[in-house]
């Protein structure tokens, strides 16, 4: 656009494989981003309930040896809350993606929770499924 004369101070990336985020997650997002003044992007994210780094696995020649290289059993309930991105939302200032050429970054980067059950994208049939079964039983609640 800037061939146009047209200038923009942010860029936001919506994958069409996210169909589960809706309007309100959007304005959500931006608002938080510019609450917060420090950032120059947000990501959405969404909590690791399924599987935390301290419990996963390596296998070689069947045997399980610990990803983590620890043999400490931690509980659940006194492991940090991870985050991972979760693909539908990215929202960045123009000047520092251009500079930076991504939407992450330590030092500027906020992360935007989004409920679990929104977190699901259409990467495979079965995801294709899952989601339209999420999105018709959504819209019975909204309906009833």
């Not at 146009?4 to 985020?21: A, G, M, N, Q, V």
């Amino acid at each position: 656009m800037e061939g146009k004369c047209k200038f923009y101070d942010y860029i936001l990336l919506l994958e069409p494989t996210s169909p589960l985020r809706d309007f309100n997650d959007i304005n959500n997002s931006i608002e938080f981003f510019i609450s917060n003044k420090n950032a120059k992007s947000c990501v959405s994210v969404v909590k690791s309930e399924l599987s935390h780094p301290s419990f996963l696995f390596e296998m070689n020649n069947e045997l399980l040896k610990s990803y983590n290289d620890s043999n400490n059993v931690v509980r659940r309930q006194d492991l940090n809350d991870l985050y991972y991105p979760e693909g539908s939302i990215y929202l960045c200032s123009v000047s520092e993606y251009k500079k930076t050429k991504t939407f992450y970054n330590d030092n500027f980067t906020v992360g935007f929770e989004i409920p679990y059950w929104k977190s699901f994208e259409i990467d495979t049939i079965e995801d294709f499924f899952i989601i339209e079964s999420l999105m018709k039983n959504e819209i019975n609640k909204k309906l009833n």
